[in-house]
């Protein structure tokens, strides 16, 4: 099992946001993250658009991930 406070791919820290878009996005059942940059770049969108659709999630209230 892999090491879920630090990214998969970079070695950086891991912050609940991170833990909660890939789990959101990528999958519930993850042992493994990757940070929100590495993120961006494995879908190919950037950082900008993950923040984005987290502020979403949060502000939206109804994804458990985010509260």
């Not at 993250?33 to 950037?46: M, S």
């Not at 923040?51 to 502000?59: D, M, N, P």
């Amino acid at each position: 099992m892999g090491n879920n406070k630090t990214c998969k791919e970079c070695g950086a820290a891991l912050k609940g946001d991170d833990i909660a878009i890939y789990m959101k996005l990528i999958s519930r059942n993850a042992k493994e993250f990757l940070c929100i940059d590495c993120l961006g770049i494995k879908l190919k969108c950037g950082r900008k658009p993950i923040e984005e659709r987290i502020r979403y999630y949060r502000e939206s209230g109804n994804c458990i991930l985010f509260r």
